[in-house]
């Protein structure tokens, strides 16, 4: 790679912290922001709701720059703004994509997508909770800009209904913005399911194409955005782009919203510059002694250690074929890594749609022989099984569920051969004194760790 990781790093790991205090034994949640950080952060520290006249001090106006669709395109263009929930799609080829299917159709949809299926993630709950404005103003410049017909906001924590419900009471726009409460789940967020949620069906992917873009709600073109892309979007128009590119790299502009979660503690919401090392943002958070690391939450699978040192970002980490996906790091700090697979497969086997047949047999069986293998009961066709189901299975399913799945069992085999031929032949003392169960995986965080108050 050409580029190098920024010289700004934290010279302290505790700076700008918000800690909280976690009396009851439950996972809390710490807030932080990368340390020297040129144009105005995103995460507020206060955990509580920003005011509308918040929001307006803090945003200057006379810096406004061109809200029109051609304006909106060029910013985000500007900035190389990707898509936050996981894929990483440029957005302004995406928000050109709706506009030509609308031009055709005559009407269009805009949806904020803050379901935020990702068990280990906390950036987007946490920042529609402290921050609604910086997303309302988002979601409505692109409204704007499309001459949407309906504008939705889709949350599955019933908490933030009552803080976007009061957000936009405080601003009152000329648009009518509709909450949708979706009932959640792992692939409840997926685009295709959002728009078939929302259009009055079950909250499950559908196969593409179509993608929403070319027929979303009620089979017509919606545009469907994660909530934090969104934010950054009002950012780069407020602030204008150049600020914004004064962070990160020259090809990877601005920063991020990062959750590290462990298998055991306190997880951190960060925001870092797109280009610092995996490593150190593993550091800054506390967690540098790790075991192992899964990258992109559940889907990313485990990270060689040769490999940390990554800048973070999007096509950076796709060149080295590393997956980003929504910011979600989950460093192992206590549990045996074939516990931790087992415990993956398990959620995925839980979660999946029930509605392929690959991805339902075949998450089923891996997760079965992975709790068989942790638990010192492996058959002997269990490893080879694996080994090939990690390989065939991969892009056989609707949605990307059964691509995590493969890619947890895949790079667990990869990385970790020798320790899972171990359990192979024998009972692990870890796994066995291990306190979690299979039946909830260790790296979820609940609205509850979320919003927790601060003492």
């Known amino acids: ?6 010289s700004r790093q934290p010279s302290a790991r505790m700076a700008g912290s918000l800690g909280v205090t976690d ?12 340390p020297h950080l040129a144009a105005p952060p995103i995460l507020r520290l206060e955990r509580s709701a920003e005011s509308y006249a918040e929001y307006q001090a803090r945003t200057p106006a006379d810096r406004y720059y061109d809200p029109s669709l051609d304006g909106l395109i060029a910013a985000a263009e500007a900035i190389d703004l990707r898509g936050r929930g996981g894929a990483g799609f440029p957005f302004a080829a995406k928000l050109r994509a709706v506009a030509e299917a609308a031009a055709a159709a005559g009407r269009v949809h805009v949806v904020a997508n ?8 906390a950036k987007d709950r946490y920042l529609l909770a ?5 997303v309302l103003d988002g979601l409505l410049l692109a409204a704007f800009a499309l001459h949407a017909e309906r504008v939705v906001l889709y949350l599955s924590e019933p908490a933030l209904v009552d803080i976007a419900a009061a ?5 009152s726009p000329s648009v009518d913005v509709e909450i949708f409460l979706a009932s959640g789940g792992y692939v409840s967020g997926e685009e295709t399911a959002v728009v078939r949620a929302i259009s009055g069906g079950p909250a499950k992917p559908t196969s593409k194409p179509p993608s929403p873009y070319q027929r979303g709600i009620h089979a017509q073109p919606t545009l469907v955005s994660n909530v934090e892309t969104l934010a950054h979007l009002a950012r780069a128009v407020r602030l204008g782009p150049d600020q914004i590119r004064e962070d990160g790299l020259p090809s990877a502009p601005g920063t991020t919203l990062v959750t590290v ?6 997880a951190v919401l960060l ?5 610092v090392s995996m490593r150190d943002v593993l550091q800054y958070a506390g967690f540098q002694a790790s075991r192992a690391l899964l990258t992109g939450g559940y889907f990313g699978g485990f990270l060689p250690d040769r490999l940390w040192t990554i800048p973070v970002g999007h096509a950076l980490m796709r060149e080295a074929g590393v997956t980003l996906g929504c910011a979600s790091f989950l460093p192992v700090m206590r549990s045996c890594v074939v516990r931790v697979a087992a415990d993956l497969l398990a959620y995925f086997d839980r979660e999946n749609a029930h509605q392929c047949g690959a991805c339902f047999n075949g998450t089923k069986a891996m997760a079965a022989a992975l709790a068989r293998l942790s638990s010192g009961q492996a058959q002997e066709r269990d490893l080879p099984d694996l080994a090939r189901w990690s390989i065939s299975l991969a892009g056989r399913g609707a949605c990307g569920t059964l691509d995590g799945a493969a890619a947890v069992v895949r790079t667990l085999m990869q990385e970790s051969q020798s320790l899972v031929e171990l359990h192979a032949r024998r009972k692990c003392p870890e796994c066995a004194d291990d306190p979690n169960d299979l039946t909830s995986t260790r790296f979820r965080l609940s609205g509850r760790d979320i919003f927790q108050e601060c003492p």
């Open 1 to 6: 790679m050409a580029e190098h990781t920024p």
């Open 23 to 34: 009396r009851s034994g439950r996972r809390g949640l710490q807030v932080r922001r990368w």
């Open 114 to 121: 803050g379901d935020e299926g990702e068990p280990a993630s």
């Open 130 to 134: 402290t921050r609604p404005h910086l």
């Open 167 to 171: 957000a936009l009471a405080q601003r």
């Open 261 to 266: 979660t462990p298998d055991a503690g306190d």
């Open 271 to 275: 925001e870092v510059p797109f280009g």
